[in-house]
C-alpha cells in the first residue's frame, strides 16, 4: 500500500499521441497554432466563434474538419483561436486579412509539474534562481497540515546533503509511523498535534467513516500534497491516469521538510487553534526557516490579536523570529471580501490556473465535435443516447439541474446525461455518482467556466462545460428523435494556447478587517496540480493527486520562499514578501493579461491576485524592498485602535502604543491601498537597495481613474551612504462621490529592475442626512 505503482513512460506517450491521433484526422506534421486576430469586432461571443469557425473553415476545406481541429477559440479578452494545423495551413491563415499573427506550438510536452516550467523555473536551466539557490539546500520549510506519508518516492533524500545544522527538531513516533525509518534526510523532523482537536470533537478518532493515524502519517492526503509540492524530490514518469506524463518536484526539491500534523481526517479535515498555536510554537523553537500553512477559518474573521485565530497569533511570533510564514487565501471566491489570513506580517496566497488543460471532445450525432474539459483517461465511448431529464410538473426550475438529478436505469441506463449547474465541485461529483449508479454511461455537465477539474469515481466519464456549449446541446437533444454522442478521452495541452486565469474559488479582497492592507499578496498555480498524496487519499491513483486550491497555490509560494532564503539568508520576512509582490506578472508570459474566472469573468484585478502571479527570478532580484519589523507591525495594531493590554498579550512584551495614533497608510507595504479618499491625502514609504550600490531610480506611475499621484522626491539616488530612502506619495481624487475601487502603480525602475507597487484607490465621501 504504501509505494506507489511503477508508471511506463512509454506506455503513457503511446497512450496519449495514440488518443491524438483517434481525435481528428489531420497530417502526422500538424501542430497547435494560435491564430491571433487582435481586439475583438463583436460583443457577442457566438459571433466571435462563429466568425473563428469560418475562418478556419476557410482553409482546412468544411466546417465539419474546422470544428474537429478547433481547439480553443479566444473571444472574451481579445480574438482569435487556436487550431490544429499543418504548416501549409498556419502559412494559408497567415496571408488572410484581419490575421495579425500566426504563432506555432507545441503539443504534448512531457512535463507534469508544468506550474515550474509556467514559473521559469525549469529543472534544467542552469541560469535561474533554482540553481542558483542549490534548489534550496540547507533551507528547512514547516509545514502544518495533515501529516505525511513517508513512503512516497516524492520524500526520497538522494542527492541531499546533511541535515541543516540549525535543525533543533525530533520525529516523533506513532501509529504506523517510525521515526528511525521514516524520517531521513529529507523528512528531518515530525510531529503531531491532537489534544486540542479531540478536546472540541469529543470523541475519539476513527469513529467516523474516515480512517485515521494518531502519528505523524497522513491518512487523508493534502498533507502530503502540500509538502511534495514545496519540497518535493524528483520523480520520474509521473502521470494522472496517463494525464500530464512527466517528472514532478517541489519547488525546493533540495530543501528539508518538517511536518506538524494539525489536520485530522474527520468532515473533511478539521484542526484546532490551540494544535496550531502548539505547532507554531515547537516550529519555531525547532528552527525552521519557512512555514506553509494551507488552513483557514471562515468569514467573519477573528481580529488579529484574537488568539481563536491560532495563525495569526503564531505566525506573529514566528515573523518575529524571521520565519516566513505563508497562508492560503482561502477557497470561497470569486465573491469580494473574501480572503483570509490577513495579517499584514501573512504573505497571503491567491490561487491561478496555468498555460496547461486538459480538452476532452463531445462529437454530437449531427457530426458537431465541441472541446468540454475533462479528466476522464477511459475508452471512447463510442456513440450512446443522449438524454437531458425535462421537468415533470409546474417547476421548470427542475429541469435537468444536476444536484437534483432523479434519474433511475429505466431512462439512463447506457445513455450520457446532460445536466446544468450553478454550483461547483459538490453538484458534478453529486450528479456522477447518481447517473453511476442508475447505470448510465457518462455525464456532461454545463456550468460556470473554470479551469480546476477533478475526476469522477472510479473513471466514470464526466466532462464539464459552460452554458453556451450546453445550450447547443440541449438544442440539439430537443431537435432530434434520437440524439446521440461520443465521449472522447481528454488530452494534455500546454503553452501558448492556454491562458492563465486567477481561479474561481480563489478568494477576493479587499480585506474584511483592515482594507487599507492589501490581501491577497500574490498569486501563484493552485489549479489542477499534480503531486503526491496518501493511497488512502480520494481520487488518488498510484499515490499521486491532481487537486485545486489556494492550499496548492500556497506551497508554491513557500518552495519559492525557500529559494530566496538560500540566496538572501539575511532578507527579512517582510523583505521577501516586497520582493515577491514587487516583481509580479500581471500578463501571461505570452503577454496578453490575466483575467479572473467569475460570472462573468473579468479582467485581473489587485483584489484578484495581489502583484500578480509570482516571478521567482524576478524576486531573487528586485533591485529595492519595502522592509519591515516587529515595530513596524506594533504601529499597525496600534492603528487599528487595538487596545495596549490586547496587543502586549499578542507581543508577548509590555507595550505601549504612542499617543498620537499612528496612520494605517504608512505601513511600509510593498502596496498602497487607500479605501476611503476625501480631496487628498499624503503618506510615506522607505525603500532599501538590495541591488547595485550605486544606483538611480526614477518613479513611474499609473494612476488609478479619477486620481493625481504625485511622489516627493520622484528620483532616489543610492550610493555607499545611502542604503534607505524615505518617500512621500500624495494621492488626490477628483471625485466628489463615493466611487469603488480603482487601480494604477507606482513604480520605481533604475533601467534594470522594475519595482512595481499596486496602487488601489476609492473615494469616499459622507452623504448628507435628510430629516
Known sequence: MGKPRPVCALACLLFLWGQGMLMAKVEATSSVHIVYLGGKQHDDPILTTNSHHDMLASVVGSKEMAAELMVYSYKHGFSGFAAKLTESQAQKLSELPGVIRVIPNSLHRLQTTRSWDFLGLPSHSPVNVLHNSSMGDGVIIGVLDTGIWPESKAFSDEGLGPIPSHWKGVCESGTGFEAKSHCNRKIIGARWFVDGFLAEYGQPLNTSENSEFLSPRDANGHGTHTASTAAGNFVDNVSYRGLGLGTIRGGAPR??????????????????SADILKAFDEAIHDGVDVLSLSIGSSIPLFSDIDERDGIATGSFHAVAKGITVVCGAANDGP?????????????TVAASSMDRAFPTPITLGNNKTFQGKGLYSGNDTGFRSLF????????PNLSGVCQALAVDASTVAGKVVLCFTSLALGAVRSASEVVKEAGG???????????????CTDGFPCIEIDYEIGTQILFYIRSTRSPVV???????????PVLAKVAHFSSRGPN????????????????????ATSPLGLFQEGGYAMLSGTSMATPHISGIVALLKAVHPDWSPAAIKSSIVTTAWRNNPSGFPLFAEGSPPKLADTFDYGGGIVNPNGAANPGLVYDMGTEDYINYLCAMNYNNTAISRLTGNLTACPIEEPSILNINLPSITIPNLRNSITLTRTVTNVGATNSIYRVMIEPPFGTSVSVKPNVLVFNHGTKKITFTVTVTTAHQVNTEFSFGSLTWTDGVHIVRSPLSVRAEFLQPYFL
Open 255 to 272: 530543501a528539508q521538510l518538517a511536518i506538524y500534523k494539525v489536520c485530522w481526517n474527520v468532515l473533511g479535515g478539521h484542526c484546532s
Open 335 to 347: 465573491s469580494a471580501q473574501t480572503v483570509q489570513n490577513t495579517a499584514p506580517w501573512i504573505l
Open 388 to 395: 437531458y431529464p425535462e421537468a415533470e410538473g409546474l417547476d
Open 441 to 455: 454511461a457518462g455525464l456532461i455537465v454545463a456550468k460556470n467556466p473554470s479551469e480546476s477539474l477533478y475526476p
Open 486 to 496: 461520443k465521449l472522447s478521452p481528454s488530452k494534455t495541452i500546454v503553452g501558448k
Open 512 to 531: 474584511s478587517i483592515a482594507p487599507a492592507i492589501l490581501k491577497p499578496d500574490v498569486a501563484a498555480p493552485g489549479v489542477n496540480i499534480l503531486a
